[in-house]
């Protein structure tokens, strides 16, 4: 079946643009999760999704980060005003339900640069 | 709060000898443990977990890791390394915080 998809794939981006990232998770998963991974660095976790409420955001750096999820599926990662510092790969993840047991399927993230 | 520590940023092996990746752990509460592989330009995909059954747990691709408590370990091994291995491994750990802490990760290079 279709894993979990992730558009675009890459991003080039100015200093203080706007941008959005789309996760599409496994169909009938309801957790999903997104990740940031900088170079050389492992997926830092940034917020997690329970059906369509933000459930844990905690990973989020700072307030120019929102995501959404509206109807339990799509999810949109939004980030206001990029900085340079924001450049890295952007990875989401989805699981069946949110049990601590259950696989996260990773997409195969989205490669934001800011210039 | 949970953390990984894996040991080696880079291992390199020959084809054919023995993999061993190191990862250590540090939680407060009994772990589940995971192990991930990503293939350059690929997502992370899952090589096992461990969720407290057998503390050997198997895996694809010939991957197995073995919890230790005593050590705080889940090390990863193969006992034969193959070309199609190279890449990138992370260990990672959940403790009923719904998300995965993960590792720094161990590129691993495999020589002809």
């Known amino acids: 079946g279709a894993g979990v998809s992730q558009t675009p794939s890459n991003k080039v981006t100015e200093k203080g643009k706007y941008v959005e990232l789309r996760c599409d998770p496994i169909s009938g998963h309801t957790a999903l999760y997104w990740y940031r991974q900088s170079l050389g660095q492992g997926p830092e976790f940034l917020i997690y999704f329970q059906g369509t409420g933000a459930a844990d955001d905690s990973g989020l750096p700072n307030d120019r980060f929102f995501a959404v999820r509206p109807e339990g599926s799509v999810s949109t990662l939004k980030i206001q005003r990029t900085e340079r510092g924001d450049s890295a790969v952007y990875l989401c993840a989805s699981s069946p339900r949110s049990a601590t047991t259950d696989t996260q399927y990773f997409g195969p993230g989205t490669r934001l640069t800011v210039l | 709060a949970q953390s990984v520590t894996q040991l080696g940023s880079h291992v390199s092996v020959s084809e054919g000898a023995l993999v061993l990746l190191r990862c250590n752990y540090s939680?407060?509460?009994?772990?589940?443990l995971f192990w991930y592989v990503q293939y350059p330009n690929q997502g992370l995909q899952l090589l096992l977990k461990?969720?407290?059954?057998?503390?050997l747990v198997k895996g694809i691709n010939g991957f197995e890791a073995e919890f230790k408590k005593s050590e705080t370990s889940f090390h990863l091994t193969k006992p034969s390394a193959h070309m199609s291995d190279a890449a990138e491994y992370f260990c990672a750990v959940h403790t009923g915080r719904r998300a995965l802490t993960f590792g720094s990760g161990t590129r691993l290079q495999v020589q002809p």
């Open positions: 939680s407060s509460v009994p772990p589940y």
């Open positions: 461990y969720t407290s059954a057998a503390t």
